[in-house]
């Protein structure tokens, strides 16, 4: 599912009410929508079916972590991704630092 699990009609009307002023999170709200509804259950099965049973994560978003370590994997670190921040995404990024718990590197934000 495109837009973190929304599908994609619901991600591009949620990038209108984006442009119109809202926020990432806002907008899925004001769609009646969740905030984030990834599933990670296929790719862990994958995982798994692999041998991997340790893993550290290129990530930035927290979340990912449970995601992956209810179907026994185990998360033994992240490695966080550093963005250079472009002047239109500053918010963008902002946003899921304060609303959605993202880590960044300090220099990135």
């Known amino acids: 599912h ?5 599908g994609i009609s619901h991600k591009l009307r949620a990038y209108e009410l984006q442009d119109s ?3 990432t999170v806002d907008a899925n709200l004001e769609l009646g929508l969740p905030v984030d509804s990834r599933e990670y259950g296929i790719g862990a099965q994958i995982l798994v079916d ?3 049973q340790r893993l550290r994560l290129l990530t930035n978003n927290p979340a990912k972590f449970g995601g992956l370590e209810g179907f026994g994997l185990t998360v033994e670190g992240r490695e966080p991704i550093h963005v250079p921040v472009h002047p239109e995404a500053e918010q963008y ?3 899921k630092r304060d609303r959605m718990g993202h ?4 220099d990135d934000l």
């Open 2 to 6: 495109e837009g973190r699990g929304i």
């Open 50 to 52: 692999l041998g991997v």
């Open 21 to 23: 002023g809202l926020d």
């Open 93 to 95: 990024l902002r946003t």
């Open 103 to 106: 880590l960044f590197p300090e």
